[in-house]
């Protein structure tokens, strides 16, 4: 039987080793994803090659996030553009509820079912950071609210892997045949919580609230990496 | 606007310098991506998610960008400014000498093949989005990937590393 691999470099490469860097970046339907983990399951060549793909995944995600960030002046100068415009309504926000419908319907089974797992347990955490914020600091006092762009909700969407800061972090992903239950004991088992979640089941927890050495931090990956439930574990600032 | 900015300017002008290999021209790339999406934001019908629609803006505009330029091929005084900023002084020394040579062989692949390779690996989009953004078939998304990490492997393989693949 061929292997799935293609060891003579001059023939054409399978339709699974191609989609080996999807499924390295989880965005493969649930399908394709089953197709590609049997075949690593019995290829060991494959899996050899998905460990280099893995390797180049983490690197690409260093090489984008080492360069950095426009300056003030793009801003400046979008916003004194639109400022130029003749007056209109922008219409990005028509039918919200389509496009919502749309991107849920675009995840594939697996990312959906771990975002909903892990979102789920990210929710109870936030409702107890909340509510221990709320009972630690009730004073009376109230605060108006307002659009800023430092608010999470408007922070740049980027994948940071490149200096080290305490606290540890790191993006871990998980394997699919991970359950809830098995998610909430990894951060029990890690003292970890969920600090953001990211597109392609990837998400970054934190682990305590101390730095680690590098030393630590290594030895705290590998033993991710170890996990059953755990298919990706890299550092993230 | 503020918060559509806010959330993708990042990635866009990463993805936007990655093509044109220089930061004033993409920052200035990004200030046109987002000028184009305030003037034509009733276009956008949500078939694809806001942003494959900025990515793929972004990259007509920095072909466009690259076209009036004169210096298209790779300029290793850009190749190298891009790849000394990701150097990292906290790697571990093995792992540092394969991270810096993978990231140095990445910044010397072919535009279409930096881009595809961006696409897939740091912007986590799928093969159809890939093929959205890029405007070619899904089969060839998939075997342009192939050539690129081959591309890369023989790169990284006259550096004197090998990896186990090829």
């Known amino acids: 039987m061929m292997a799935t691999s293609k060891k003579i470099l001059e023939q054409e490469p399978s339709e699974i080793e191609m989609l080996l860097p999807w499924h390295a970046a989880g965005t493969l339907n649930a399908r394709d994803a089953r197709r590609v983990d049997e075949a690593l399951a019995r290829d060991p060549e494959l899996a050899r090659q998905y460990a280099v793909i893995r390797e180049e995944y983490a690197e690409t995600i260093h090489l984008n996030e080492s360069l950095g960030a426009p300056s003030a002046r793009a801003m400046a100068k979008l916003f004194a553009a639109i400022d130029g415009e003749p007056v209109r309504k922008p219409s990005l926000s028509v039918s919200l509820s389509a496009r919502t419908s749309e991107f849920f319907a675009r995840l594939s089974p697996r990312t959906l079912a771990w975002s909903a797992s892990l979102g789920a347990v990210a929710l109870l955490l936030q409702a107890g950071v909340i509510g221990a914020v709320l009972m630690k600091n009730q004073t009376g006092s109230f605060q108006t609210a307002s659009l800023s762009l430092n608010e999470p909700s408007a922070a740049p969407i980027t994948r940071d892997l490149s200096s080290s800061v305490a606290p540890t972090r790191a993006l871990v992903r998980s394997a699919p045949e991970a359950r809830i239950a098995d998610i909430t004991a990894l951060l029990d088992n890690y003292q970890a919580s969920i600090v953001d979640g990211a597109k392609g089941g990837m998400f970054r927890l934190q682990f305590g609230n101390k730095a680690m050495s590098k030393d630590e931090v290594a030895g705290l990956l590998a033993r991710l990496q170890r996990e059953k439930i755990v298919s990706l574990a890299v550092a993230t600032p | ?166």
Not at chain 2, 115 to 122: C, F, H, Q
């Open chain 2, 1 to 166: 606007m503020q918060v559509l900015y806010g959330r993708h300017h990042v990635r866009v002008f990463r993805f936007g310098l990655r093509l044109v290999r220089d930061e004033q021209v993409a920052e200035d790339l990004i200030s046109e991506v987002f000028l184009d999406v305030w003037r034509q934001a009733g276009k956008f019908e949500g078939r694809s998610a806001v942003s494959t629609w900025l990515l793929a803006i972004t990259r007509f505009k920095a072909l466009s960008a690259l076209r009036r330029r004169k210096d298209v091929e790779l300029d290793d005084e850009a190749a190298n400014a891009i790849e000394d900023t990701s150097d990292d002084p906290e790697v571990a020394v093995q792992k540092k000498d394969t991270s810096g040579a993978l990231r140095k062989c990445m910044t010397a692949l072919s535009p279409e093949h930096r881009e595809i390779v961006d696409l897939v690996y740091y912007h986590e989009k799928s093969v159809e989005e890939v093929a959205e953004i890029v405007g070619i078939p899904e089969n060839t998304v998939k075997t342009r990937l192939f050539y690129a990490r081959k591309k890369l492997a023989e790169l990284l393989k006259a550096a004197g590393l090998e990896r186990g693949w090829p």
